[in-house]
């Protein structure tokens, strides 16, 4: 049944429901966060940690990944309550049952991880502490310091990171395979109306 919320349109191949405008500015917004924020934690931890270079750009590159990473989890937590009280369109009527189901799967644990991995890195930098954001203010703390707990909660960020982007590129792929081989509207829902094939 057509929900009074969630938009539909006509294609060819007959009407189908596509993710409203906020759902689709939500998505692309958290994507272009998350394509600056997982390069830069990995080449300042590099550029620190590997190379021991401790100067003003590693620096900043910490700054910038803390103040990006804070911005994504509230991003997260607003798209999360809204999707939890707007809900989302039913599943694109040509896809298969396995489909739905590895999908929605997919879809729930990413979100999972949109909140855990920003809230370990929250939870590392409140600890160890160094919530310091380019000389100029400090993220209010979460925690109480425990340098050792840090070190530990850093290398769950980075593990929780590193499935997130797994799940990211599966997804990815998922999005590519149903627009390019399968040619379906998958991926036409969650673009804008002039991007949209029918
Ligand atoms: C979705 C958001 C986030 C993503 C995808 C992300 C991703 C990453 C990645 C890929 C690394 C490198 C891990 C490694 O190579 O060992 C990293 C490290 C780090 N992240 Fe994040 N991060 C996010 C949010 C945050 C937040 C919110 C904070 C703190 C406010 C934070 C603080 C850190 C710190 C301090 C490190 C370095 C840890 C170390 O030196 O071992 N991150 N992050
Ligand atoms: C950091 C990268 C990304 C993240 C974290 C992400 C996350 C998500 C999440 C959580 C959903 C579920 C939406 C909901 O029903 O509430 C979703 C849906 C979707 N995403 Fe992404 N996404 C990313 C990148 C991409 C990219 C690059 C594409 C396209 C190539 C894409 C295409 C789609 C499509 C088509 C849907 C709707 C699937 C459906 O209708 O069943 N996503 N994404």
Redesign the pocket.
């Known amino acids: 049944m057509p929900r009074s919320n969630i938009p539909t349109v006509e294609t060819t191949s007959g009407a189908i429901e596509v993710y409203t405008p906020t759902a689709r500015a939500y998505h692309w917004i958290v994507v272009a966060?998350?394509a600056i924020?997982?390069?830069?934690?990995?080449y300042?931890?590099?550029r620190?940690?590997t190379l021991n270079i401790w100067d003003a750009t590693t620096n900043n590159l910490?700054s910038a990944?803390?103040?990006?990473?804070?911005t994504?989890?509230l991003f997260?937590l607003l798209r999360l309550g809204y999707r939890l009280t707007a809900g989302a369109p039913h599943p694109e009527p040509t896809i298969e049952p396995w489909q739905k189901t590895v999908s929605e799967i997919t879809h729930w644990a990413i979100y999972v991880?949109?909140l855990v991995?920003?809230?370990?890195?929250?939870i590392?930098?409140?600890m160890?502490p160094?919530?310091n954001i380019f000389g100029a203010f400090n993220?209010p703390a979460l925690t109480a310091p425990d340098k050792k707990l840090a070190?530990a909660i850093?290398?769950w960020?980075?593990y929780?990171?590193?499935a997130?982007?797994g799940l990211v590129t599966l997804h990815i792929g998922a999005a590519l395979f149903h627009h390019i081989i399968r040619k379906d509207n998958v991926l036409g829902r969650m673009l804008p109306a002039a991007l949209r094939k029918d």
Do not use: R, W
């Open positions: 966060l998350i924020q997982a390069p830069v934690g990995l300042m931890v590099y620190g940690g910490y990944h803390k103040l990006v990473g804070v994504i989890l997260v991880l949109l991995v920003p809230i370990l890195g929250y590392g930098v409140s160890y160094a919530l993220l070190e850093f290398g960020h980075a929780a990171a590193f997130l982007i």
